[in-house]
């Protein structure tokens, strides 16, 4: 079973506009964590924001935050006041488990920030 | 602070031949992952080392792929009698510890290698 699931495969945006970017996951583990990435053009995979399965509060980092519902297992991140450089693919990630270390991917959403 | 840093960026090989890609993990990271990534495709884990250890390979074909992380110089990825399936971007990740999480132990990518076997 997919343990995470991006259903958008691509979205466009208008410049400064905020975006929601979907990931539903799948664990049956209490302790876990959330990770998005962002991968330009370029290639590189750009570390954008983390949420831990225990944490009270939704993760914030700047322009990006994530909207996390734990009841319906989703984890959306949220940019915010869109600009050009935002235009790439994004992924969304999980580890399970306190001992555990490996990333599981989502497919990513391609998204296209319009001028 | 130097990031991981990866090379080559681009490596074609023919059919059958060898393709060897190196990591450098960040300063100051102990733990090293790969990664690889299909066209279209999110990335898919292969290999966790530790310095001379290989922790946990259970991402990684059975036959022509081997992983190292020896004790001095960078993390390895040697593939043998490459085939047109490999073609692929290959991803390095390091951090600083794993296991026992209390915060979030990113892992930080290198900028990747993509293989391109003809």
């Known amino acids: 079973a997919q343990k995470i699931t991006q259903t958008q495969p691509g979205m466009f945006v208008q410049e400064k506009e905020a975006v929601t970017l979907d990931c539903t996951y799948d664990?049956?583990?209490?302790?876990?964590?959330l990770f998005w990435y962002k991968q330009p053009s370029s290639g590189e995979m750009i570390f954008l924001i983390y949420?831990?399965?225990?944490?009270?509060q939704n993760a914030t980092e700047g322009r990006y935050s994530l909207n996390f519902q734990k009841a319906r297992k989703s984890a959306n991140l949220v940019i915010s006041a869109s600009q050009l450089g935002d235009s790439a693919m994004y992924f969304c990630?999980?580890?399970?488990?306190?001992?555990?270390?490996?990333?599981?991917f989502g497919a990513g959403t391609t998204v296209t920030v319009r001028a | 602070n130097a990031g991981v840093m990866q090379n080559p960026r681009h490596l074609v090989r023919r059919r059958g031949q060898e393709a060897r890609l190196r990591c450098s993990p960040m300063?100051?990271?102990?733990?090293v992952y790969w990664y690889r990534q299909l066209p279209e495709e999110g990335l898919k884990f292969m290999v966790y080392?530790?310095?001379?250890?290989?922790?946990?390979e259970s991402g990684m074909p059975k036959e022509r792929f081997s992983a190292e992380f020896p004790k001095e110089g960078p993390s390895i990825l040697r593939i043998q009698q490459v085939v047109r399936g490999d073609s692929a971007a290959y991803f390095c990740?390091?951090?600083?510890?794993?296991?026992?999480?209390?915060?979030?132990?990113?892992?930080?990518f290198g900028p990747g290698t993509r293989l391109l076997v003809l």
């Open positions: 990740a390091s951090s600083p510890a794993s296991g026992r999480w209390a915060s979030k132990e990113t892992q930080y």
């Open positions: 664990t049956s583990d209490p302790s876990y964590g």
């Open positions: 949420q831990g399965s225990y944490d009270q």
């Open positions: 990630a999980m580890r399970e488990g306190l001992d555990d270390y490996k990333l599981s």
């Open positions: 300063k100051g990271h102990s733990h």
């Open positions: 080392l530790q310095k001379e250890n290989i922790i946990d």
